[in-house]
């Protein structure tokens, strides 16, 4: 089962639950039941389901709830903490500073990712102004000082290496003393892929982390690992003091349960999520949205930032203040795909909507994709403007469409076809229709002095309706508790993306 897959269940059991005219101990155990079946058929350890069944229970006293209570929601809400806490050790990892330097060591299975995710970590930080540089003392895999080799020449980041040398310690203390005397801040040390049979190289990874002394070392896991990730999780944690966890492939059908096992047997947070092959397919895990994202609740905290990320700033105040009066054009389309075609690699802010991205460039299909978003924007080269600027697609008649074909040599098949894409993407997007966006660093802002007064004024007023407008938007901050979690859940509020998700099904 993969994760969209869980978080599919997950909502379609709370969905059932509220369809009870009743909510009884009953009709909660079976709700239990159906997400603990789903977790555990994604390969979440049953020791770590039977407990959050156990303390959902607890916080959910049916019989404390006065009646008016939305039962629901609590419960909703409780599922929501829960999965939070699995996710959630409870400290976070040591955070390297940028200009002091900081040494990084990389450990995982072998073929798990981490030479490919060493490259994007020393990518996304070089992008963000740092001065990485990688060490591969890796001297096991035959290939690997290439592999590492080529993804930094590409990225731009120095490297250091051996042919020759078969010692990994010998490799990993001379490169990271030459890099400290280099000044570089973020000195990454990429080690052999072992597994928890394989004493010897779990004595040798003790060993490199002894001579370079690392701030921090990150255990990467692939996600489709599945039952096995608490117990290798936990062989590397007995070696070496892992201090956080990169999960990779989240791209794949991996289930994704792992990811649950692998915090509570290291005890370090997941800090990133690996999303593809290429170098900035990499995303920063938090675990909120993540969750929120699981539970097809969207996730506007990091669909915000993906905005401010990718689309060029001269573009964002347009572009947010269409998204939030809903109105999509073809020129809007236009512009969104010159972006993606400028960018690369793709979806990076649609995917953050539930729907959106998976169904116009499908992973492992992007050149495909990109063929398609290049034969989409010729056709559009032949449209006029008030075609490109329209919101009614009755606009399009069949003799433009035939004229818009023969401009553009294309069939009128294809010109339909395009149209079809533009019809879908409108609907998704008028559903944005009312938000009201905080601008960049205003998410902060808004979370240290949100009230249910503030939110409300945010939210679009569909989803102010699905909470039970002011009355219950109250009672569901007063559950939260703080502020913070409730800017995080800003996307989980009212389960507008739930409802989107059923919706686009
Ligand atoms: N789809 C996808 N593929 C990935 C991701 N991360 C890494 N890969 C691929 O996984 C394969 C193994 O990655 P490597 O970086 O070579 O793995 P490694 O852990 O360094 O391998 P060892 O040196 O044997 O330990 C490569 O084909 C990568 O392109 C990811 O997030 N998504």
Not at 125 to 141: N, Y
Request: aromatic residues 6%.
């Amino acid at each position: 089962m993969v994760l969209a897959q869980l978080g599919g269940s997950i909502s379609r059991a709370l969905q059932q639950m509220s369809n009870a005219t009743v909510i009884d101990e009953k009709v909660l155990n079976e709700c239990l039941n159906e997400i603990s079946r789903a977790l555990l058929q994604s390969d979440v350890q049953f020791r770590m389901v039977r407990d959050m069944q156990s303390n959902i229970k607890k916080i959910v006293n049916l019989d404390d709830l006065a009646t008016g209570h939305n039962k629901r929601r609590i419960i909703q809400q409780a599922v929501f903490n829960e999965l939070c806490k699995m996710l959630d050790p409870g400290k976070p990892s040591f955070t390297p500073k940028k200009g002091k330097t900081s040494v990084i060591m990389f450990v995982g299975l072998q073929g798990s990712g981490k030479t490919t995710t060493c490259t994007k970590y020393a990518y996304y930080h070089q992008k963000k102004g740092w001065k990485p540089a990688l060490v591969c003392a890796d001297t096991f895999r035959a290939g690997a000082f290439d592999q590492l080799k080529q993804n930094a020449t590409k990225a731009k980041i120095p490297f250091y290496g051996s042919y020759m040398e078969s010692d990994p310690v010998k490799i990993a203390a001379e490169g990271v003393e030459r890099f400290k005397k280099e000044n570089c801040d973020l000195i990454i040390v990429d080690t052999s892929g072992r597994h928890k049979q394989e004493a010897a190289l779990f004595e040798e990874m003790r060993q490199v982390s002894e001579a370079t002394k690392p701030d921090l070392v990150i255990f990467v896991m692939d996600s489709s690992i599945g039952q096995a990730a608490f117990d290798q999780a936990q062989a590397f944690k007995q070696s070496v003091a892992v201090g956080a966890v990169i999960i990779t492939k989240m791209d794949g059908h991996a289930k994704g349960g792992g990811a649950l096992s692998a915090v509570a047997a290291t005890k370090s947070p997941v800090i990133f999520i690996g999303t593809g092959e290429h170098m900035d397919e990499f995303e920063i895990f938090d675990v909120k949205p993540f969750v929120s994202r699981l539970l097809g609740m969207g996730d506007w905290s990091g669909f915000m930032d993906k905005i401010h990320e990718v689309v060029p700033t001269d573009q964002q105040p347009e572009l947010l203040q269409k998204l939030s009066e809903g109105t999509f054009t073809l020129r809007l389309m236009y512009e969104q795909f010159q972006n993606i075609m400028k960018m690369g690699p793709i979806g990076q802010v649609f995917s953050m909507l539930p729907g959106f991205s998976a169904e116009l460039m499908p992973k492992g299909h992007e050149k495909e994709s990109q063929a398609k978003i290049k034969r989409y924007m010729t056709m559009m080269d032949s449209m006029t403007n008030a075609e490109l600027d329209s919101t009614n697609p009755k606009l399009m008649t069949e003799s433009r469409i035939i004229r818009i074909a023969r401009g553009s040599g294309r069939t009128v098949r294809d010109v339909m076809e395009m149209i079809e894409e533009y019809k879908r993407l409108a609907k998704i997007w008028s559903k944005m229709k009312g938000l009201k966006i905080p601008k960049k660093g205003d998410m902060s802002a808004l979370s240290r002095s949100m009230n249910a007064q503030h939110m409300s004024k945010v939210l679009p007023p569909q989803m102010l309706k699905q909470i039970g407008g002011m009355g219950g938007l109250q009672s569901l901050m007063k559950q939260m508790g703080s502020n913070k979690d409730m800017a995080s859940m800003f996307g989980g509020l009212g389960g507008l993306g739930e409802s989107m998700v059923s919706r686009l099904r």
